[in-house]
């Protein structure tokens, strides 16, 4: 996953209410100038260690947890090692609940696999079908989350 191989997907204009990508990089350091989107972010980590700068913020994003970027937020990302990441660009209007701030996101394990799932789907996947209804639990399930004891996130889903 190099933003080379993202060919021209821009998920500014996928006609969807949510457009993702994700995938597996082996790297000696990469990274992402600062940049924003119309969209709100979500970017999960499956492996490895990512870095955003966003907000007023700086995000270490360990494996298993995930960031909440809403639209208009210039962010970086910076990636180094193994890194198996995955971003889902959500419409704003799709999840009023989640704040307008960056913040942890808490991911339970069947919302990460649906995460991992939406980033293989069509770019125009159906939105009557198993994919559209998959891409509806992606943008409503997330909730702002805590850090609980161990470093894990705390109440899942």
Known sequence: MNPDDLGDFDPETVPRAVAAFGGQMVTKGMELAMHEHRKDELVLTMRGLVRLEAGHGVWIVPPRCAVWIPGHVPHSVSVAGDVEMHCLFVEPEAVPAL????????????????????THMPVMYDLDGADGRIAAVCASAPRPGRIGPGGGAGSRL
């Not at 704040?99 to 939406?118: D, F, G, K, Y």
């Open 99 to 118: 704040p307008r701030q960056c913040c942890a996101l808490t991911i339970s394990p069947l919302l990460e696999r649906l995460l991992v799932h939406a």
